[in-house]
């Protein structure tokens, strides 16, 4: 993958969910060092304290962290986020959602439904709460942006992961109908290649290290779409 530029996101606001590993560290580091103040949301503080210093350490702005578990949310909870949010920045330029789960990899037939309810709260309920309560705060931006994470693996035996993509698809479409107007927010669904993360090695065991690559390339395509 060619080298993306850094951009410049000096005095935007970020909100990244699943900040804590994986892409969405990436992501949150990325948008840090490229000098946007980063709203890091997940639910292990100790992991969100460790990209918080990591994008200290290389001179970006200090980031808020918002401690949240999304399996168990609910909408006074995206509520109480989008008022922080207004309180100490008064806008927000861009939320990637990013946060995911995969749930077991099984037949529809011997699905366990409460896992099935887990994984759709993460994995869709989630984006669309949290979407509806930063609508007004993305409407205040100049060029405010919208990006889910996608992934088309609607196949078998991948329950409800799948339907829940499938389903974040149809929110992002829906949304970028309905977010036009005099103050447009723009809607963007990306599909990142096979990368190097703890989920991959849980649901592919066996698969090769040089089938997937790193996430730094791809978060810094990501956050270069911010800007272009």
Same mark, same amino acid.
């Given at each position: 993958?060619?080298?993306?530029?850094?951009?410049?996101?000096?005095?935007?606001?970020?909100?990244?969910?699943?900040?804590?590993?994986?892409?969405?560290?990436?992501?949150?580091?990325?948008?840090?060092?490229?000098?946007?103040?980063?709203?890091?949301?997940?639910?292990?503080?100790?992991?969100?304290?460790?990209?918080?210093?990591?994008?200290?350490?290389?001179?970006?702005?200090?980031?808020?962290?918002?401690?949240?578990?999304?399996?168990?949310?609910?909408?006074?909870?995206?509520?109480?986020?989008?008022?922080?949010?207004?309180?100490?920045?008064?806008?927000?330029?861009?939320?990637?959602?990013?946060?995911?789960?995969?749930?077991?990899?099984?037949?529809? $037939?011997? !699905?366990? @439904?409460?896992?099935?309810?887990?994984? +759709?709260? =993460?994995?869709?309920?989630?984006? *669309?709460?949290?979407?509806?309560?930063?609508?007004?705060?993305?409407?205040?931006?100049?060029?405010?942006?919208?990006?889910?994470?996608?992934?088309?693996?609607?196949?078998?035996?991948?329950?409800?992961?799948?339907?829940?993509?499938?389903?974040?698809?149809?929110?992002?479409?829906?949304?970028?109908?309905?977010?036009?107007?005099?103050?447009?927010?723009?809607? $963007?669904? !990306?599909? @990142?290649?096979?990368?190097?993360?703890? +989920?991959? =090695?849980?649901?592919?065991?066996? *698969?090769?290290?040089?089938?997937?690559?790193?996430?730094?390339?791809?978060?810094?395509?990501?956050?270069?779409?911010?800007?272009?």
């Amino acid at each position: 993958m060619t080298p993306t530029p850094s951009p410049d996101l000096g005095g935007r606001t970020v909100l990244v969910t699943g900040a804590g590993a994986g892409l969405g560290a990436a992501l949150a580091f990325a948008a840090g060092r490229a000098g946007a103040e980063v709203i890091l949301l997940g639910r292990t503080v100790r992991k969100l304290e460790s990209v918080h210093d990591r994008i200290v350490d290389v001179g970006g702005p200090q980031p808020a962290i918002l401690p949240l578990d999304l399996e168990g949310a609910t909408p006074d909870d995206y509520s109480d986020i989008a008022n922080r949010i207004d309180e100490q920045c008064g806008r927000l330029d861009a939320l990637i959602h990013n946060a995911a789960i995969t749930g077991p990899l099984t037949p529809l $037939e011997q !699905y366990p @439904p409460l896992e099935w309810m887990r994984v +759709m709260q =993460v994995n869709l309920n989630a984006p *669309a709460f949290l979407t509806q309560a930063c609508i007004p705060l993305l409407r205040k931006a100049p060029a405010p942006r919208l990006l889910f994470i996608g992934d088309q693996r609607v196949q078998a035996y991948w329950g409800a992961y799948g339907v829940a993509k499938a389903g974040l698809d149809a929110l992002a479409t829906m949304l970028e109908q309905e977010l036009t107007g005099s103050r447009p927010i723009r809607v $963007e669904t !990306y599909y @990142p290649a096979p990368m190097r993360t703890d +989920m991959r =090695v849980q649901n592919f065991p066996g *698969a090769l290290p040089e089938e997937a690559g790193p996430v730094e390339p791809i978060a810094a395509e990501l956050v270069a779409r911010l800007v272009d």
